[in-house]
């Protein structure tokens, strides 16, 4: 059949399974919203406050979900406003297409109104992008975007296209939905691999976010307990384990448990699964499990030796490596080292708990209580994204998004739309701080219109927390533009947008607030106020080891 560009982009996006899109309209993608709109009973279109949070939203989406996220801005500053979003996914390994508009094709390089090169400024910040030049290469393209952005390590593909290419026609011939690509997964040293950790005295576990992508928390599961093997985690990787799990040691790296950290440091063996080895984990490269055979394993061949050298790899899905690796280890008991880790933990931090102020463990477990084990819980950054990786009881992969590579404030409320579209029948839990929540706060907005009950629950220390806590350990107290003393009143603001507000500073005020807000059927802020001297610990100083830990 004969289409225009914009029709065969809808084509093609129910082609591949799409029925949510985020986005904000302009110019350059009229011809777009117009065929969104025709096909508005098969496509749902959340249009947000700033093409930012839009962005955000398809990537909370797409993490909540394990499918693509899609997003749609127009030329110039609406492109522009994706780029913060496309880094975040892209740190991340968040599949996402990222659809742009842009002048039309005889204008480009004229510097044209609202014309900006943004395959040129994004092409370090995704896995691949197109700039559609003819309406026949369009329905191509749109479906490669999907299978790049899905396949192998996952990220965001960007697709220009210029506003005459969505205007003129060309046949439509319909083609079966993309399959996510997984490379063969390379097994050369499997054999080998086994032995060492079948002999192993005193093994450890460091695994990353590759195992949730790959859904092969299961298969970690049976290798940890088969082979008796104590595991930690990286930020992207919290819930892989469940947080009472007799073998999960916790979060490990900078903020991470003294016993997680001490066991990487002591281990024989190490096993890193589906992690990169960040600088917020192995903060001293020289020393980082220097005293462990290092066996990585990864999808992504370029990660291996390009921060820690190991002795071993696996190169491939992490779900297909540990079922090829767990018929050939054994059954073993490494009673010993459990003995040893155990007196570790005697040094793990456990905070005071009290019941005249709100301290930041308290209000984040006991939301874990009232809003039960399906909750999916998403952050922004600083002070209380650490705590809430320290602190959440959550046992499921994709009930903890936060933005770990890029570390990107202001990412939370986007993301928590786009999970409570993705799962609207559990409650969604933003934790956030007044210096993140200033970031994008205006997509309350986009919860009020669509009436999405997205819980805000708001850590206010009037203080850029975490610069402030650095300032504090490491600049003598000088706190340089750390504490901008806003006098935001949050509770008027969210009633401004039409949602609702809570002022706590007690336990029980706390939990009155999230009894009624998980009641509600629309965006609900509950401000708790949280000393501003409340640090993240214990910590480890950028370029230390565990033997620098500060514990207050």
């Known amino acids: ?98 659809i742009t508009g842009n002048v039309p094709t005889p204008l480009i390089g004229c510097d044209s109104f609202q014309e900006v090169y943004i395959a040129g400024i994004t092409m370090p910040i995704t896995k691949h992008n197109f700039v559609v030049r003819k309406v026949d290469d369009l329905a191509d393209i749109v479906r490669e975007a999907f299978r790049i952005a899905s396949s192998g390590r996952p990220g965001p593909v960007l697709i220009d296209i210029p506003k005459d290419i969505t205007a003129d026609k060309t046949m439509y011939e319909p083609a079966p939905a993309v399959q996510r690509q997984i490379p063969a997964p390379k097994l050369r040293q499997i054999d080998e691999i086994a032995s060492v950790i079948n002999q192993a005295e005193r093994p450890f576990i460091y695994f990353g976010g590759g195992v949730r992508i790959s859904e092969a928390g299961d298969e970690l599961r049976e290798l940890i307990t088969r082979a008796d093997i104590p595991a930690a985690y990286s930020l992207m990787a919290a819930g892989v384990l469940g947080y009472g799990e007799k073998y999960n040691l916790g979060l490990i790296g900078m903020h991470g448990a003294y016993a997680a950290n001490a066991a990487a440091n002591r281990a024989d063996v190490m096993l890193a699964i589906g992690t990169r080895f960040s600088d917020r ?189 650095w300032q504090g350990a490491f600049y003598d107290r000088r706190f340089s533009s750390s504490e901008p003393e806003r006098l935001t009143n949050y509770v008027k603001v969210a009633e401004a947008f039409g949602g609702r507000g809570y002022h706590c500073e007690t336990p029980s005020e706390f939990e009155a607030a999230m009894a009624e807000a998980l009641k509600a059927d629309g965006p609900v802020w509950i401000e708790c106020m949280i000393d501003r001297e409340e640090k993240v610990l214990p910590m480890i100083p950028a370029g230390c080891t565990v033997h620098d830990t500060i514990f207050k």
């Not at 301290?359 to 952050?379: F, K, L, N, S, W």
């Not at 579209?421 to 956030?432: G, K, R, S, Y």
Request: net charge negative.
């Open 281 to 469: 984990v192995a903060l001293n490269t020289q020393k980082f499990g220097h005293n462990a055979k290092i066996i990585h394993m990864d999808i992504d061949p370029s990660e291996i030796n390009k921060i820690i050298v190991s002795d071993y790899s696996l190169v491939g899905d992490i779900k297909e490596v540990l079922t090829a690796l767990l018929p050939k280890i054994k059954k073993r008991d490494h009673g010993e080292w459990f003995a040893q880790i155990e007196k570790w933990k005697e040094h793990n931090l456990v905070p005071e708990t009290r019941d005249d102020v709100l301290r930041p463990h308290q209000v984040i477990e006991r939301t874990c209580e009232m809003a039960g084990e399906d909750a999916v819980y998403v952050t922004d950054v600083g002070q209380h994204q650490m705590w809430a990786a320290q602190y959440l009881h959550h046992c499921r992969p994709r009930s903890f998004l936060t933005s770990g590579g890029l570390g990107t404030m202001g990412y939370g409320y986007g993301a928590a739309i786009g999970a409570k579209i993705a799962c609207p029948d559990v409650p969604v839990i933003h934790f956030t701080s007044d210096g993140s929540l200033h970031m994008n706060l205006n997509e309350i907005c986009t919860a009020v219109s669509y009436k999405l009950p997205v819980i805000t629950v708001i850590m206010n220390n009037a203080v850029l927390g975490m610069v402030r806590q």
């Open 1 to 98: 059949m004969i289409l225009n560009g914009s029709e065969i982009l809808i084509k093609v996006l129910l082609e591949q399974g799409v029925d949510t899109v985020f986005g904000y309209p302009g110019g350059a993608v009229l011809n777009i919203y117009d065929a969104l709109y025709k096909a508005s009973d098969k496509i749902t279109h959340y249009m947000t406050a700033h093409e930012q949070g839009a962005c955000h939203a398809a990537d909370g989406y797409a993490r909540a979900t394990g499918k693509t996220g899609v997003v749609i801005a127009t030329s110039g500053p609406g492109a522009t406003n994706l780029v913060t979003g496309i880094a975040t996914a892209y740190m991340d390994s968040v599949p996402l297409v990222a």
